[in-house]
């Protein structure tokens, strides 16, 4: 079992829809949960973090974390095509900036 | 966030030699790491540089392959040695920063391809 799985994708949502990525992690210990955003040719982008069971928001980006049942998710609301991006899950099972990623999920927004 | 530079952005090399990655932060920090990005994976964590001792290395990682220097709090060094094309892949350095809520951040990446 992978530490961090993703839904591979790719996701296509129209524009001004939501998108709705998730992400499991294998261990029950982990503490802090992170989204990254990586552009073609580019490094990853923290765009939100999360360490506490429910929803935290950010502007158009929700977290969703639900320990008891190992889920992490991130919903992208009035999704634009710069939103357009491999989204990355990270975890860090043991509070020491080690983090694990999971494969990445690809959205495209259709204009 | 700190900025962070790294140097070269991209090369293409020839198999059996070594390339040095370098990568400059504009404040210092505590903590630095050393990831791999494989063509279509995710970001695999190689070491961790530490000031003024050896690099601690994760499982599948060895010092004679990629070792690493960090002589001061703003800056380190990757070597990836005796290339292969299996070496093809993005590096990226990354520090923990951000003050009082700290988190890890990513430099610009290198872009290495062996031939």
């Known amino acids: 079992q992978k530490e961090v799985e993703q839904n591979s994708g790719p996701l296509s949502v129209p524009e001004g829809a939501i998108a709705s990525l998730n992400c499991t992690y294998s261990d029950r210990g982990s503490q802090s949960f992170f989204w990254y955003r990586q552009y073609s040719g580019k490094s990853p982008e923290l765009i939100m973090f999360i360490y506490s069971n429910g929803d935290k928001e950010d502007g158009r980006f929700t977290a969703q974390l639900n320990k008891a049942s190992q889920y992490v998710s991130l919903l992208i609301r009035d999704s634009q095509p710069s939103d357009s991006a491999t989204y990355l899950c990270a975890v860090d099972r043991n509070e020491d900036y080690k983090l694990s990623f999971g494969a990445g999920t690809t959205v495209t927004v259709r204009a | 966030s700190a900025v962070i530079s790294q140097k070269p952005s991209r090369d293409i090399c020839q198999r059996g030699t070594s390339l040095t990655i370098q990568c400059q932060v504009d404040?210092?920090?505590?903590?630095m790491f050393w990831y791999r990005q494989q063509p279509g994976q995710s970001l695999t964590l190689i070491a961790t540089a530490n000031q003024g001792s050896e690099a601690t290395y994760e499982s599948g990682f060895v010092i004679d392959k990629f070792p690493i220097s960090r002589p001061n709090l703003t800056f380190s060094t990757l070597t990836v040695s005796n290339m292969s094309p299996e070496d093809s892949s993005i590096y990226l350095c990354s520090v923990v920063g951000g003050g009082t809520n700290e988190k890890l951040f990513f430099g610009s990446g290198t872009q290495l391809s062996v031939l």
């Open positions: 404040s210092q920090v505590t903590m």
